[in-house]
């Protein structure tokens, strides 16, 4: 699972979790479902090819806001 979704809650508590997924369209699938659960106002889905627990380790392939949804960069 080289795929990771990070978000703060509470505004003081930094959440980053492993995402099924083999590869970015089913990570993304997987990671809408937790951050409307979660109820974030922003998120960031992360690809890390090495396990990795450091919050904002790894490559950037697509962001969430509460107000433009979610957006894939396009070098990802």
Not at 20 to 34: F, I, Q
């Amino acid at each position: 699972m080289p795929f990771y979704l990070e978000y703060t809650a509470n505004q003081n508590a930094e959440i980053r979790s492993a995402v099924d997924g083999s590869d970015l369209h089913e990570a993304l699938v997987r990671a809408v479902g937790a951050v409307r659960e979660a109820g974030c106002r922003t998120a960031l889905l992360r690809f890390s090819p090495e396990p990795s627990r450091a919050f904002g380790g790894g490559d950037v392939v697509a962001g969430y806001t509460e107000t433009d949804g979610w957006e894939i960069p396009e070098q990802a």
